[in-house]
């Protein structure tokens, strides 16, 4: 009776790994990437440096740690929930309102250069990591497995070619292509409105202070020259160049306009006697750049916005811009928030 009784439990075990097997191999035969899935979820990308990226099929932790612009990049493509690593300078007043739940998300700790750890990104996880520069460190991450990616951003052309490449990486297409046709629509109208304009408005751009401009290499070239201008230092290049006063008065521009991250200010273009004699100040044509979550004058997508306004006070007769309306529009599209009345009047600076 005992023996019957192993017999049948052996029985009962045998078909019971007949059946496993046979269930396994059907496993195979209907789906067989089921053991080779993880080489079904990566997908190659080709960064802004031309270099081919592997990266998750399904991206869900980004950090942007290196390059806080590629912050505003992630958030403008709607998937600010896949932030897993920032930079300190991206949490500000106005991020705090547009995305309340920056402060939460993780800010690695940094060199005394500035650079962040590999022990911190290896911490974070990420399944892709933007950079604005290819250095050495970038190759110790690929050999971690850590996703690279660069972005380059130096110019309006660039920055569209940089959204449609953050769309890719976030499977945000289609969003990414809706951004970038307004983008577009702005900026043909403001060509359509320029382009047979015989006398061009020549203009300075002051950055770290009155005496350093913009050379024709820098973003702050292409948003004059998107706004239908001539930057007269143009021929400069490099970075921020250093000119003298009398360098300045030869120029003699139309216009002077100055960034949020320098120490230059209106004032000190009306107190300075010796520039009495340029155009632009004769005339009060001297302004400073606006900003909110960042200068509309650097490489994001508010630099739009800083086109547009650069456009109006050049050639306020052709262009016709309702700053406070397209300011309302671009923050509501763009970002998913509407700046108050309060707001918009200090970003003019009324």
């Not at 990266?55 to 740690?65: C, F, L, S």
């Amino acid at each position: 009776m005992q023996k019957k009784e192993f017999i049948l439990k052996k029985g009962i075990f045998y078909a019971f790994l007949f059946f496993c097997a046979t269930f396994f191999v059907m496993l195979l035969i209907v789906k067989p990437g089921i053991i080779s899935k993880q080489k079904i979820e990566i997908r190659t990308i080709v960064d802004m440096a031309g270099v081919k990226v592997q990266i998750p099929y399904e991206v869900q932790r980004v950090v942007t740690a290196m390059y806080p612009i590629a912050t505003q990049l992630v958030i403008l493509l709607e998937s600010q929930s896949k932030l897993a690593g920032i930079s300190d300078f991206d949490v500000n007043d106005t991020m705090k309102k547009i995305f309340p739940r920056i402060e939460s998300v993780y800010r690695p700790l940094r060199h005394g250069n500035g650079d962040v750890t590999v022990e911190e990104i290896m911490k974070i996880k990420p399944d892709v990591l933007f950079l604005s520069k290819h250095n050495p460190q970038n190759a110790n991450l690929a050999k971690l497995g850590i996703p690279a990616v660069f972005l380059t951003l130096e110019s309006p052309k660039q920055l569209m070619q940089g959204i449609t490449l953050v769309g890719e990486i976030l499977q945000k297409k289609e969003r990414s292509l809706r951004v970038i046709n307004y983008f577009k629509e702005k900026l043909d109208y403001i060509y359509g409105k320029t382009a047979k304009i015989n006398s061009k408005k020549r203009v300075y751009y002051a950055g770290p202070n009155m005496l350093s401009t913009a050379g024709g290499d820098f973003y702050q070239n292409y948003i004059i020259e998107y706004a239908g201008g001539i930057n007269v230092a143009q021929e400069y290049s490099g970075g921020w160049s250093n000119i003298s006063v009398e360098q300045l008065i030869a120029w003699n521009p139309d216009f002077i306009f100055i960034g949020n991250y320098g120490t230059a200010r209106v004032k000190n273009f009306f107190d300075d006697k010796r520039l009495g004699v340029i155009s632009a100040v004769r005339m009060k044509e001297v302004y400073k750049s606006p900003h909110y979550i960042g200068g509309w004058d650097v490489p994001n997508p508010e630099s739009i916005l800083g086109i547009m306004w650069l456009a109006n006070k050049l050639y306020p007769n052709e262009i016709s811009f309702d700053m406070p309306l397209e300011i309302k529009k671009f923050y509501a599209f763009c970002y998913g928030y509407t700046p108050d009345d309060n707001d918009i009047s200090k970003m003019l600076g009324q």
